[in-house]
Nanobody, 123 residues
Framework: QVQLVESGGGLVQAGGSLRLSCAAS????????MGWFRQAPGKEREFVAT????????RYADSAKGRFTISIENAENTVYLQMNSLKPEDTAVYYC????????????????WGRGTQVTVSS
């Protein structure tokens, strides 16, 4: 049974930073890609960033480029999302997701999801 558990969310002022973590368990993930998505109230779930399990391939949403960095610690089965220069519009529940195969930016192409962690950015 695959489990994804996010942590690291919280309340931060605009311009601040947070690092989200996603601990993955339940199988060997070497053929998987991992993604971060977010969903604000009343809005659709949107892609933030994705990474291959080897860590060599990444993709970012335009809103995340230059501010967010996705990384992976294979030995710990943990994926990170370092978020800098946060803006109020980054406020959302952030979800970790996993899929078999290559990088994808559509949420419906992911097989497993965590329960999310709330990020709130005050102005």
């Amino acid at each position: 049974q695959v489990q994804l558990v996010e942590s690291g969310g919280g309340l931060v002022q605009a311009g601040g930073s947070l690092r989200l973590s996603c601990a993955a368990s339940g199988r060997t993930f070497t053929t998987y890609s991992m993604g971060w998505f977010r969903q604000a109230p009343g809005k659709e779930r949107e892609f933030v960033a994705t990474i291959g399990w080897s860590g060599s391939s990444t993709r970012y949403a335009d809103s995340a480029k230059g501010r967010f960095t996705i990384s992976i610690e294979n030995a710990e089965n943990t994926v990170y999302l370092q978020m800098n220069s946060l803006k109020p519009e980054d406020t959302a529940v952030y979800y970790c997701a996993a899929r078999r195969g290559g990088l994808r930016i559509s949420w419906y192409e992911y097989d497993y999801w965590g329960r999310g962690t709330q990020v709130t950015v005050s102005s």
